[in-house]
């Protein structure tokens, strides 16, 4: 039987309400999956930020609590937008969670992914300011267990590496490395896993309690199963602290200098990572507290699996497209998109 | 305490979408096909009281059924979608459980759901079930299991994102895309672009695309395309209301409006 004639055995109606042809697909490749889990993350820190403790003077309170520590020039904008939250709360708060939600719509659109990558680095850059007081880095008790350095800078970062265009030249080994070159990209990574390493081991959380105290304090409010996860894991490095953060250290410096080594131990160190950040994720950040409601994102653990499969080894190096007149130019995403 | 604005809007989108459903079943007729087959005009027709009853969750005055007739009635839109879900399964093979049509729709009649059983009212508004919460929702009551919350909308929100991708992609036409998308005499849908990765008819990714339409073909073959009546000559999908992408823009709504009510109620 021919395709057509198979064809004309539908229901002429069928055909008109599209029933079933909705689910068709045009597959996009490994870099725009990835730019829609990021799409999808800011679509979620959109939602989570409707939530009615945003409106509340408590949200004003959160802001003005990461002030605590830093520098006073850190600190006096931070003090000052709190203060601009709290009397103009619902204006605001709309605004935020408005451009959030339209951040992740932009991205998922093909159309203006460019446009919407580009403002979540501008809109990450200012969160990681003035909402996660640039995620306590300048204080002493910035933790990766607590999600240092600023999960919100992790969005900007991955904004850069996943940005739509690739450079011309060698091939690159891995999709981080596509938009800004296989040195550029390795960089950052060794950067932020080499800080979070360096996190690890401050005085405030080698002590022997502080991982104690840092994972039995997000157990309250969250249902039961996680809060007896957290006491659990809590229980185990009690007493341990120093041990705890030089092991944590360690991971943390194999994963850093992951990404130099051959693609297969690559491959393990990226394992590694993976497993860290999920255990950092659901252990240390209890999943961003969102199951105890009043979270505004779900904290850095899901951003670092996403920034560590950017970096997984391509199994075929992925090379500038030459760029080719229609996907090009609806996409504007991948295909076709090759920095001259 | 969330602004009742804010819901009120939520609502309005709600109501859209309603609208729309409502007029493409208008539109396209079903149950003149039989019984059988007007049982297929599905996916409109959860649309149409998924938003009804969305609408009153979000604002009490448009409040409709008793909460239990609502459990009752998404109850048995979940089970026919699973049902549809698994018969997916049986046709294009095991990825059709969560990258089939029907997917989605189970997820959302899930969600609804779990939405009417899980809730509970705030104290102030005592035992009044899903009352409390139109009464509204910025007086905020609270779900059950709320790490199911959490679960579903998740997927909520990764089908929406996946739907926006695909609405907008270069390979959409005829689905998804805004574009126009032609359809042949025989019923056959001709698409003017390449697949995806350029297969030909018989190639891995049109095959998908006809077992998406439940038999049907797609063809990229230019002989046949160019038998292909004008668009907008009688035949062509691209009739405004009934075209593909308007179910796909209404289950984006449904999908973000429904992530959004289970996000705040965790």
Known sequence: ?340 | MIPAWILDIFAAVMLVVAAVSAVRLVAARPWRQGARRAALADIDVAHLLMAIAMAGMLAASLRTLPNGAWSVIFAVLTAWFAYRVVRDAQVSGVRALAGGHCAPHLIHAGAMVYMFVAFTAPATHGSGGMSGMAGGMSGMGTLELPSLAFVFALVLIGYSIWDLDQLSGPGASGHYSLAVARVAPSGAVLVGVGAPGGGGPGAPGVSALASDYGGSAVSTDPAVTSQAPPAGAPGTMSRGVLAPWVATSCRIAMGVTMAFMLLIMV
Do not use: C
Request: charged share 10%; hydrophobic share 60%; glycine share 10%.
């Open chain 1, 1 to 340: 039987m021919s395709e057509i004639a198979a064809a004309g055995a539908r229901p002429a109606w069928r055909t008109k309400l599209g029933a079933g042809a909705e689910a068709a697909t045009s597959a996009p490749d490994l870099r725009r999956r990835m730019q829609l889990g990021l799409a999808g993350i800011w679509l979620l820190v959109g939602l989570l930020q409707y939530q009615s403790f945003m409106f509340s003077k408590a949200f004003s309170q959160m802001l003005a609590g990461t002030a605590s520590g830093s520098p006073g020039v850190v600190a006096s904008p931070i003090t000052w937008d709190a203060t601009l939250v709290e009397h103009h709360a619902v204006l605001l708060n709309t605004i935020f969670a408005t451009i959030q939600l339209l951040l992740g719509i932009g991205i998922a659109w093909r159309r203006t992914v460019r446009l919407a990558l580009a403002a979540s680095v501008a809109w990450a850059l200012g969160v990681w300011w003035f909402g996660e007081g640039l995620g306590m880095v300048l204080t002493s008790s910035a933790s990766p267990v607590n999600g240092a350095p600023g999960a919100v800078i992790i969005y900007a970062l991955l904004a850069v590496l996943l940005w739509p265009a690739d450079r011309a030249g060698r091939p690159a080994p891995f999709t981080a490395a596509r938009a800004v070159g296989a040195p550029v990209a390795r960089a950052l990574w060794l950067v932020l896993w080499l800080s979070l390493a360096y996190f690890a081991l401050l005085p405030a959380n080698r002590a022997p309690q502080a991982l104690n105290g840092m994972i039995a304090g997000m157990e309250s409010g969250e249902p039961g199963w996680l809060a007896a996860l957290d006491r659990g894991a809590a229980s185990l490095v009690a007493h341990q602290g120093l041990a705890a953060s030089i092991v944590l250290a360690v991971a943390l410096v194999i994963i850093a200098i992951g990404v130099f080594l051959p693609p297969q131990a690559a491959k393990a160190t990226l394992v590694l990572a993976i497993v860290v950040a999920a255990v950092i994720w659901v252990v240390g950040e209890a999943f961003g507290t969102i199951l105890a409601g009043g979270a505004t994102d779900p904290n850095s653990g899901p951003l670092l699996i996403l920034l560590a499969l950017t970096y997984w080894p391509l199994r075929a190096a992925v090379t500038a497209p030459a760029r080719t007149g229609a996907s090009a130019a609806l996409a504007g995403t991948d295909e076709g998109t090759a920095a001259s």
